[in-house]
DNA sequence: GTGAAAGCGCTAACAC
DNA sequence: GTGTTAGCGCTTTCAC
């Protein structure tokens, strides 16, 4: 049988209301004398406060959702970049003394309805794109983060990288390298989002040197390694001009380098590769990945913040928070070769 | 204004537990009509049902804590494999109605705190020292499913690979290779536990084949990319003798076999390296890593249908189930070479 | 400073 | 089939 504060109470021969009071730290309302003498017992009985009650009672759980979308039937797999923020995120709001919830979310209304059943103070969603974040309603007063979404959901705060510059660091990187043709391998994107953002700081770079870019250049491709091998081959047997590519996550990256080389050509000697986000994979593999790199304990540790100020009524939403990025450059990306491109 | 039973009940004319009733399937208390009626007004109002509420009133929070070491300060870095089991354990107990509360743990005892303030329905603990889950003294009735634990307490059921076999596949396939030196790198080990069983079998491969093992081959190192670039290093000049690793970690072969090439020493050339898991960093580093893949999706399944087979009464904490192992021949390994070690 | 009363939203147990 | 009563463990409000 669980302790109870009733069970403090009449040992302690005080009522339950000041048991409430010391566990709870409100010293102002009860004497030194009798916080000394219910906290021993406390201790001694071994109190644990049951949260469903105080959830219930008090209407604050001090449980924070994290919640990423997860296909119905798929496991879900978490990108090894979120994973890092994850860490960071947690600690953070354990730090403040909240728990996590974490779930997979199927349909975007799931959303509101673990916030309403769990009585959730806030949550923080991951991975959803900006036309699912638009959508998001929650209860009225629950503050939702969003991370790395460019949705203008009012209802929401954001906090992102920022990749837009990521973008373009890329692509000036690679054109001063003497690079003229350069890929640009992401997702399929629409005139907003992350992925947009990218390619316009892309374009701008390129704009800013002078150097057209071609539509064709464009590769569509979804941000895996296998897929990122498959157009990497393609584009190292085919297109002799292509000298540079560009992919907006690393992973996608060292699927392309995997596929180069696999074409016969050689990273960076024929072909300069750059990345997006810095995971710990991008130094481990040869060669060693240039990259764009994102703060991931700046942005887990801002966000869990953010939510947490909000939810105890310090700060509303409002501009979301940009975090800075920075070009690593490593093994992957070298100078334009003279050299004829032979195939 | 959240919905709550009772509006419910007030716009269908009929009293709070029959509304309860519907929700919660029992339709053998209800007529057929009134199921239709209450639950056309529940969809219409939107209703979620409180889990707070339910979680005190009827003992049971439909909530499975998820709980891993974090030391106080540090950030919580979940490992790849880690990650992957974790993606299952979420996608399983999601299907079977139950909720994740993950949280990291400093202290064994924060454990059962945990399961008592939230009213947790079970637990499965990760990545603990077998000496902690021998502490876990969770509130009676309380499931609790350790992870790849050797762990004797009979308070916890077990679910692990078969890290002995795994050890001896590994000493096995670079023995059948030729290999005579092979070095055994992993964190510090006692006499149980899973790395021990790792070495045992290592130990009884070499056994078998009739090939003694010295002592010197041992390298302790924990199990970080940066750590097992330093050992490879040391292990590539200074051992020429020693013609292959195992190492008890992939990202601690991947460090190897980079320090091993920092080293001016080539592998498979000079030195093979065999690693332990199957993450995906395996096959995107050059060479491909030869390893024992643990079968994370049955590892993952098999935790949650145990633990929530448990939580509902069936089944009870018995033997632990050991999850098979197989070798995945890449290119890390290869034949003895006959040309002498030059260093 | 301390305590009594009321109620958070729900379910178990039993009456009708 | 349906409703009533009680109470889960806690916090809020307001007396004293």
Redesign the pocket.
Known sequence: ?????????AEA?????????V??G?H????V???ERVRAIVDRRG????????S?????SRLIGLLVPSSEHDVLVLSPHNVAVFGFLERRLRDRGYHLLFRGVTETAEVDVAVRSWNLDGAVVLGFLDEEVDGFAPAAGTPILALDSYSGNTRTTGVRSDDREGGRLAAEHLLALGHRRIAFASPAFSDVGLVRQRFDGFLQAHQDAGVAWHDSDLLVVDPTWELGVEVGRTLGADHPDVTAAFATADILAVGLMEGIARSGRSVPGDVSVVGFDDIDLAHYVTPKLTTVRQDVGTKGSIAASMLLDEVEGVGTPGEPVVIPVELVVRESTGPLSDRPSSV
């Open positions: 049988m669980p302790v109870t504060l009733k069970d403090i109470a021969g005080v009522s339950l209301m000041t048991v409430s009071n566990v709870n409100n102002d309302k009860v004497s004398g009798t916080i109190y644990v406060a049951n949260a469903s009650a105080r219930l009672a008090a209407k604050s």
